[in-house]
């Protein structure tokens, strides 16, 4: 069983950053995938990145390549989010989310547990 907690959301004005964190339960974490969804008001969850148990492998969508960062801390059992250069479009609530295995993966359906999520908006 994998406990997340989201933090680091809030409010910036477009063309700034934030960096979200997912913290982990568990004394597994560098054997689960990681991945950043978000979904925004009247739309479905999407993908936005993921990171592979160890580290060394990730992927984004499109639409953040350039932009965004995940990395992991397997030490402290944390995945972070580095948004820079943030647009409205990207406004949505952020969820983490953990796979069962090592290997990023980009769908929804390949993660077991997911966080509560954490808002973030950008303003124009």
């Known amino acids: 069983q994998v406990q997340l907690v989201e933090s680091g959301g809030g409010l910036v004005q477009a063309g700034g950053s934030l960096r979200v964190s997912c913290a982990a339960s568990g004394r597994t974490f560098s054997s689960h995938a990681m991945g950043w969804f978000r979904q925004a008001p009247g739309k479905e969850r999407e993908f936005v990145a993921t990171i592979s148990g160890t580290g060394d492998s990730t992927y984004y969508t499109n639409s953040v390549k350039g932009r965004f960062t995940i990395s992991r801390d397997n030490a402290k059992s944390t995945v972070y989010l580095q948004m820079n250069n943030l647009e409205p479009e990207d406004t949505a609530v952020y969820y983490c989310?953990?796979?069962?295995?090592?290997?990023?993966?980009?769908?929804?359906?390949?993660?077991?547990?997911w966080g509560q999520g954490t808002q973030v908006t950008v303003s124009s």
């Open positions: 989310a953990a796979a069962e295995r090592v290997f990023p993966r980009t769908e929804l359906k390949g993660y077991t547990y």
